[in-house]
Nanobody, 122 residues
Framework: QVQLIESGGGLVQAGGSLRLSCAAS????????MGWFRQAPGKEREFVAS????????RYADSVKGRFTISRDNAKNTVYLQMNSLKPEDTAVYYC???????????????WGQGTQVTVSS
């Protein structure tokens, strides 16, 4: 199986930037697609971004397109989410996930990290 651990969250002012990391261990030889999701208190988990194992295919939520960038370094078994021009509505716990395809559907992912908190102040 695959274990995923997110890091890099924190408190930032609106307009600022953060870079989240997701370190993978276990069956890292499997060519998983990776995704980032987020969940605010009392809300449904929502899709943020996803990319293929090769990095050649990506998908972004409309709410983050142009501000966030998903990438991966397979040699380091790590996936990143670069978040720029952060807004208060970006405040949430961010989760990384591994699955078989690039998709916005959370049910299609097999493995999940524990999450990292991102808080954006006005």
């Amino acid at each position: 199986q695959v274990q995923l651990i997110e890091s890099g969250g924190g408190l930032v002012q609106a307009g600022g930037s953060l870079r989240l990391s997701c370190a993978a261990s276990g069956r890292t030889f499997r060519r998983y697609a990776m995704g980032w999701f987020r969940q605010a208190p009392g809300k449904e988990r929502e899709f943020v971004a996803s990319l293929s194992w090769s990095g050649g295919s990506t998908r972004y939520a409309d709410s983050v397109k142009g501000r966030f960038t998903i990438s991966r370094d397979n040699a380091k078994n790590t996936v990143y989410l670069q978040m720029n021009s952060l807004k208060p509505e970006d405040t949430a716990v961010y989760y990384c996930a591994a699955g078989g395809i690039v998709t916005a559907d959370a049910t299609m992912y097999n493995y999940w990290g524990q999450g990292t908190q991102v808080t954006v102040s006005s």
